[in-house]
């Protein structure tokens, strides 16, 4: 590990001027150590943000739902009105990583995680266009059944980690940051950044900028929601593919569908083809199928995932049905 400074930030100003700066935002730590214990990461000041008042989460005054930086995966999954409300959140949280780490990770730092790509986290590794900008990119022609069949672009293939950020990207969320220029909202599908040319750069944070929040709309009552995440082994593992599902169905119509894909995409994947193709319609088996069949469009695959494709569209449909009924 590479020497850094460490202070704590008593107040968000504190926060502020310590991260323009140049300092990087900790909390939970989970991610951002184990990166700098490989030298993946070498940051040369460190703020630690857990103290700042940001760990409450409340019903908006539009009826949606805050969730504060600073709660804990854990406190989220367990919350009343998270779980009331948006089930597909608590599920998500609750099939991520183990249960310590969910009681140290942070709301904020989940979606600022970053890709699990063993190139990327191997330093001794020569071409990672993330980690090393212009150097390539090893996983393109190398063992690369985990990684992403939607959104790649030539530099990088690398998944976005996150089971929540699905959920989060299904259910329109939107990031709450605040800056040196003050607070502004950013549409979570804006939030996190394909690959393109510059793999590097992630999410649509500027300088200093801090999370402070994430926001989930209302959407119309009832609204039924669920997270199907399918893996190699049943715990501590990331998803080969995922799918988060929130219907409102009245009158025996699918009136509202939000669906998103985790484990196939370079960012979590909205599916908006399978939304279109659910609105209006009366919930059936075959409904399911021949929504889930859009699931994979546009897919790219690669030399050892091509079955990431097929097993999409099935994770798809299983969890329409799950969350929708079948008949
Ligand atoms: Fe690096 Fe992305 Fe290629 Fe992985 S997929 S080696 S993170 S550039």
């Known amino acids: 590990m590479h020497p850094f400074s460490y202070t704590r930030a008593a107040t968000t100003r504190q926060a502020l001027d310590a991260g323009r700066d140049g300092g990087r935002y900790i909390a939970g730590g989970t991610t951002l150590v184990d990166l700098m214990r490989e030298t993946v990461e070498r940051p040369r000041t460190l703020v630690d943000i857990s103290a700042l008042p940001l760990r409450e989460i409340m019903v908006t ?58 190139y990327f986290r191997d330093v001794t590794a020569a071409a990672c266009n993330k980690r090393a900008p212009g150097s390539g990119c090893a996983a393109r022609d190398g063992f690369n059944r985990t990684h992403a069949i939607l959104g790649t672009s030539d530099a990088c293939v690398a998944t976005h980690p996150s089971d929540v950020a699905v959920a989060f990207a299904a259910l329109e969320a939107t990031v709450v940051v ?13 939030f996190l950044l394909r690959p ?6 992630e999410q649509a944070l500027r300088r200093g900028e801090l999370i402070t929040g994430v926001e989930i709309p209302a959407h119309p009552r009832p609204l039924r929601s669920g997270y199907l995440k399918v893996r190699d082994r049943q715990s501590y593992e990331f998803a080969l593919t995922s799918a988060a599902v929130a219907l409102h169905i009245r009158g025996g119509v699918i009136r509202e569908a939000k669906v998103a894909a985790g484990g196939v ?25 021949k929504a889930a069949e859009r699931a994979a469009d546009g897919a790219r695959p690669l030399h050892h995932n091509r079955f990431k494709v097929e097993l999409l569209k099935r994770t798809v449909e299983r969890q329409l049905r799950v969350v929708g009924g079948g008949r």
């Open 178 to 190: 605040l800056g040196p220029d003050g607070e502004r909202s950013v549409p979570f599908a804006d």
């Open 61 to 118: 005054r539009r009826g949606g739902l805050r969730i504060g930086a600073l709660v804990r995966m854990s406190e989220a999954a367990a919350h009343r009105g998270v779980r009331a409300l948006y089930p597909v959140i608590s599920e998500a949280l609750e099939l991520s990583a183990s249960a310590q780490l969910r009681n140290m990770a942070t709301i904020g730092g989940n979606i600022m995680q970053r890709t699990r790509c063993t």
């Open 265 to 289: 995409g370079t960012v979590p994947w909205k599916l908006p083809a399978v939304e279109r193709a659910l609105i209006g319609r009366r919930p059936s088996d075959a409904l399911w199928t």
């Open 196 to 201: 393109g040319s510059t793999p590097n750069r």
